[in-house]
């Protein structure tokens, strides 16, 4: 079993929908989490983190996690098509290692 | 710009000819890491270096080298490339410590393929 499971999807909406993206783990020592995105042919760019449990909002983005249920969520409101592109969850422990351990990304597309 | 850059970004090469990839930033960045990424298994660090000359494995260290000689630079070494390390590359970035834990700032990536 993988330390951190995210849906390849790909996952297509029409544009203005609300999108949620999901991540599950099994190591709970992890404390961070993160939300990259990852547009065609560049590297990851980090969209939020969130340190411990909770919800963190930035403009269209609200990254909530779950410590309980070891899961972690990223929702993206009224979705444009600039938002297609593969979502990562990643995820570190802080202790013991500086490790980042990574989903295997959703592919997301906005249709207009 | 603040950036990192990689070289080179596409390579085909053979089995056991020795290549370096490099990776640069300006950042002065303390922290730096390799990744490489394969389809349905996402990203994986490969080594990372906490500053110069410190540097420890990640999750996928057989069959890479690397070394931190200088702050910005920290190339990756594949001594005798075989055909599973085909894969797409990133060299990786953050500011120290505590932030390497959830802010890093990603290269364009090295797609190798090794035949």
């Known amino acids: 079993q993988k330390e951190v499971e995210q849906d390849p999807g790909p996952l297509s909406v029409p544009e203005g929908a609300i999108v949620s993206l999901n991540c599950t783990y099994s190591n709970s020592a992890f404390q961070y989490f993160m939300w990259y995105r990852q547009y065609s042919r560049k590297g990851p760019e980090l969209l939020m983190y969130t340190y411990s449990s909770g919800n963190k909002e930035d403009g269209r983005f609200t990254a909530q996690v779950d410590k309980s249920s070891k899961y972690i969520s990223l929702f993206i409101r009224d979705s444009q098509p600039s938002d297609s592109a593969t979502y990562l969850c990643a995820m570190s422990a802080g202790t013991g290692g500086f490790k980042t351990i990574f989903g295997a990304g959703t592919r997301l597309f906005v249709k207009a | 710009e603040a950036q990192v850059t990689q070289n080179p970004r596409y390579l085909i090469t053979v089995t056991g000819k020795k290549l370096t990839v490099t990776c640069s930033q300006n950042?002065?960045?303390?922290?730096m890491s390799w990744y490489r990424q394969d389809p349905g298994l996402g990203l994986r660090q490969i080594y990372y270096?906490?500053?110069?000359?410190?540097?420890d494995k990640g999750d996928v260290p057989e069959g890479y080298k690397v070394s931190r000689k200088e702050k910005r630079n920290f190339p990756l070494i594949l001594e005798s490339p075989s055909p599973n390390q085909t894969s797409l590359y990133f060299c990786?970035?953050?500011?120290?410590?505590?932030?390497?834990?959830?802010?890093?700032?990603f290269g364009p990536g090295t797609r190798l393929t090794v035949t």
């Open positions: 990786a970035s953050s500011l120290g410590r505590e932030v390497a834990l959830y802010e890093q700032y």
């Open positions: 270096s906490m500053n110069v000359e410190v540097t």
């Open positions: 950042m002065n960045h303390e922290y």
